[in-house]
């Protein structure tokens, strides 16, 4: 990731903006997370402290203080923050502390005053949920959870997304093969659907525009999207997310929408999707929404 990061400073090093949208874009495109208090307070729950008699209790070696001192510690409320410090304590008893145990396994999945070991932190998971530990059963189940890329996430996060990237990445818009690549570099090896499901084409419609067509694996959910197709004209710099959605409207009833979004998915246009629902078709009314305006979102300079 620190590769990809330096490449796209020194690509816009004189454009702030567009180096934030480049890396909110990474961070939402490989699904880069972080270890947030909720997943401590799974372990440790939070009660009201004296720290300073927080501190001598641990020190006495009491291993309820030590676990809510890491606490404190990780999260800085009481004490300055201190990740390496909230790792050593929990560290030092957790070969008689199965709760200590679990909160190590949660600082080394997320990297918290350690390296990150996720396999290793898996271990401890494994170890414990067969001792009948439903906290460590509970957090396997949310890794396994966040460790698979969903169809979800390819229609409404990865798509959209590559349009940042079209400028210094174009075959990143016609290859597949390529998402999939990103993906596994960024630890993404679980798919809840089949990549073969997914096709990608460039559709020629004028020397400065270019329209990218892609068929996506059927889903049961709403929404979801069949057809989607990512618009790019280089005169205006104008782009866009066209899709045919399944999704309800405002009776609660399911139907099939035409929608346009730009690259942060705010949806600028919205009619019903008529006629068969055909690639062929999807994109004869594409090339129509194209022609149409669309409310033009101020980028923030914060």
């Known amino acids: ?20 949208i480049y890396t909110v ?29 927080l501190i001598t209790e641990a020190n006495n070696g009491n291993e309820d203080a030590i676990l809510e001192l890491s606490f404190e510690y990780y999260r800085g409320k009481n004490v300055e923050e201190d990740e390496d410090k909230a790792f050593e304590l929990a560290a030092s008893i957790a ?29 401890i998971l494994r170890q414990l949920s067969k001792k009948g ?4 059963t509970s957090f396997l189940a949310k890794i396994e959870e966040d460790e698979t890329y969903t169809v979800k996430n390819l229609e409404y996060v990865l798509i959209p997304n ?14 597949p093969d390529s998402w999939k690549e990103l ?39 709403v929404p979801s999207i ?16 066209i899709v045919l959605e399944k999704a309800y409207n405002q009776l609660g009833v399911e139907h099939l929408a035409l929608r346009t979004y730009n690259n942060e998915m705010d949806c600028l246009l919205d009619e019903p999707f008529k006629g068969a629902i055909t690639k062929a078709n999807f ?12 409310p033009i979102k101020e980028a923030s300079e914060d």
């Not at 530990?133 to 460590?136: G, H, V």
Request: hydrophobic content about 40%.
């Open 1 to 20: 990731m620190q590769i990809l990061f330096v490449f796209l400073q020194n690509k816009l090093r004189n454009d702030m903006k567009h180096i934030k």
């Open 25 to 53: 874009a990474i961070l939402a495109l490989f699904g880069v997370s972080s270890i947030s208090a909720q997943d401590i307070d799974e372990v440790i729950k939070e009660t009201t402290v004296n720290i300073d008699s």
């Open 95 to 123: 070969d008689k502390n199965e709760k200590a145990l679990l909160l190590v396994a949660n600082y080394l999945y997320y990297g918290a005053g350690t390296a990150p070991d996720q396999e290793g932190a898996k271990i």
């Open 133 to 136: 530990n439903e906290k460590a």
């Open 162 to 175: 590559l349009i940042n990237f079209s400028t210094f990445m174009p075959d990143v818009l016609t290859e």
């Open 183 to 221: 993906l596994s570099a960024f630890g993404k090896e679980k798919f809840d659907f089949s990549w073969e499901d997914i096709s990608a084409e460039e559709v020629k419609i004028g020397k400065e525009q270019h329209m990218y067509v892609y068929t996506l694996p059927t889903s049961d959910e």
């Open 226 to 241: 069949i057809f989607g197709a990512i618009y790019l004209n280089d005169k205006n710099n104008d782009n866009r997310y």
């Open 283 to 294: 994109i004869k009314l594409a090339k129509k929404e194209i022609k149409k305006p669309v």
